[in-house]
């Protein structure tokens, strides 16, 4: 069974940065293409940001150039660097592989943008 663990999400005023990270359990991390999710309220999680074994990234155009993935495959660790915050992006952010594993969704950690 993989276990997924988002760090501590917060508070953040408009234009600010955030960093999240996510530790990942029970799986060969470094083969996997990983990815964050958040999930706004009232809406399905979108995936916007994804990264390959090898560091090869992907963004969403809402978050491009805002946003960076990355990865840490000695410490089975993805963290997600957002920068220049709005509040559309206030979010319950989640982690997982892409595709997603079904029956592996961590708690997600909550970020809200205040304006």
């Known amino acids: 069974q993989v276990q997924l663990v988002e760090s501590r999400g917060g508070l953040v005023q408009a234009g600010g940065p955030l960093r999240l990270s996510c530790v990942v359990c029970?799986?060969?991390?470094?083969?996997?293409?990983m990815a964050w999710y958040p999930q706004a309220p009232g809406k399905q999680r979108e995936l916007v940001a994804r990264i390959t074994s090898d560091g090869s990234t992907n963004y969403k155009d809402s978050v491009k150039g805002r946003f960076t993935i990355s990865r840490d495959n000695a410490k089975n660790t993805v963290y997600l660097q957002t920068n220049s915050l709005k509040p559309e992006d206030t979010a319950v952010y989640y982690c997982n592989r892409d595709p997603p594993w079904r029956d592996s969704w961590g708690q997600g950690t909550q970020v809200t943008v205040s304006s």
């Open positions: 029970g799986s060969i991390f470094r083969i996997n293409v």
